[in-house]
Nanobody
Framework: QVQPVESGGGWVQPGGSLRLSCAHSGRTFGTLILAWFRQAPGKEREFVAC??????QYARSVQGRFSLSKDNAKNTMYLQMNNLKPEDTADYYC???????????????????WGQGTQVTVSS
């Protein structure tokens, strides 16, 4: 069972920080892809960041503010979100895939397993 489970969402004021966690089984064939997507009300799900093996990729909108890390012993990935803005408000989802090519990393349709999502609200 690869089903990821997210935690760590909540409410924060603009400029604040949150850390999201994604626990997963870690079992897959080939190169493991661990990603964060987000979906704001009325908008499409969009790519935030991912690990592709040991490498990371970030959306331009979060680069320099968000950072990924992982604890392989715990099969857990973290998304540290700093300097949060109201436009970061969304449901954040952890997604798992394997063997994606670089251009496919940002395509939500390429991911096989999704968590239930965790809500992040940034407002004053």
């Amino acid at each position: 069972q690869v089903q990821p489970v997210e935690s760590g969402g909540g409410w924060v004021q603009p400029g604040g920080s949150l850390r999201l966690s994604c626990a997963h089984s870690g079992r897959t064939f080939g190169t493991l892809i661990l990603a964060w997507f987000r979906q704001a009300p009325g908008k499409e799900r969009e790519f935030v960041a991912c690990f592709r093996g040991g490498n990371t990729q970030y959306a331009r909108s979060v680069q320099g503010r968000f950072s990924l890390s992982k604890d392989n012993a715990k099969n857990t990935m973290y998304l540290q979100m700093n300097n949060l803005k109201p436009e970061d408000t969304a449901d954040y989802y952890c997604a798992v895939a394997s063997n994606l090519r670089q251009p496919e990393l940002v395509d939500a349709g390429r991911y096989n397993y999704w968590g239930q999502g965790t809500q992040v609200t940034v407002s004053s």
